[in-house]
């Protein structure tokens, strides 16, 4: 295994336990359902942001997501193999925070979401509206990762710039989808919630990784403009 850099692997673990445990943790605590606890839920995930991009950033780049390490490869920032590494550390992340969150609600008996703070289609209209919420709101938030982690010289504000970014689309997201573009995030979730959350995932698999493609994408022909 010489060669490895595991110290990245371990540090998108990590990342990606506290975003799924703080965002989710965050619905499943204080609810959606009031302006207040829509905002906060919005905050949690990005202040989980920024809190992890100063502490792993120099380490792994902080991606804590699929869909943003795609987007990283797509732009050949990482290799393929770095790329399976970032998403199995990443999914391992995201069941760790909810296995955490699933013991911390059961033993204090809340659960404002009813579903650990999974994902659903309901909101959106069902799988279609959903999966058009999750490309555009996928495709905003890796493109803002990409333009701003692109320039060595922006890395002391990128994490405060990804970080208000998932904060936006968040906001516009909650009520539609509860807001994936990363499947780590779903599913943590969806396998300790089950039923609909389960059976509805694939939508917040794929939806973000086509937004990522997009992201990239488009990310590659405002390079070649500049150049």
């Not at 390490?69 to 770095?82: H, M, P, T, V, Y």
């Not at 550390?89 to 609600?105: E, T």
């Not at 279609?128 to 002391?156: H, P, Q, R």
Request: aromatic share 8%.
């Amino acid at each position: 295994m010489a060669g490895i850099n595991f110290r990245k692997y371990i540090a998108e673990m990590i990342g990606t336990m506290v975003l799924v445990f703080m965002g989710c943790g965050s619905a499943v605590f204080l609810g959606t359902d009031t302006a207040g606890g829509h905002l906060a839920v919005a905050l949690a995930f990005g202040l989980s942001i920024v809190a992890m991009a100063y502490v792993i950033g120099n380490v792994s780049g902080c991606h804590i997501n699929p869909a943003v390490s795609f987007g990283a490869f797509l732009d050949k920032r990482i290799s393929g193999a770095e790329f399976c590494g970032y998403v199995i550390s990443q999914i391992i992340g995201g069941v760790i925070g909810a296995a955490l969150l699933k013991v911390v609600s059961t033993i204090a008996d809340v659960d404002e979401t009813g579903t650990l703070g999974s994902n659903l289609t309901d909101g959106a209209g069902g799988v279609i509206g959903a999966l058009i919420v999750e490309v555009i709101l996928t495709f905003i938030f890796v493109l803002v990762v990409l333009g701003v982690t692109a320039d060595a010289s922006k890395n002391a504000i990128a994490g405060v710039v990804i970080g208000l970014t998932l904060t936006f689309v968040h906001i516009v997201g909650i009520p539609l989808t509860g807001t994936s573009v990363n499947p780590a995030r779903s599913i943590g979730p969806a396998l300790f919630a089950g039923g609909d959350a389960l059976s509805e995932l694939w939508v917040f698999i794929v939806a973000p990784l086509a937004g990522a493609a997009l992201a990239a994408f488009a990310y590659k022909l405002f390079k070649a403009k500049t150049a």
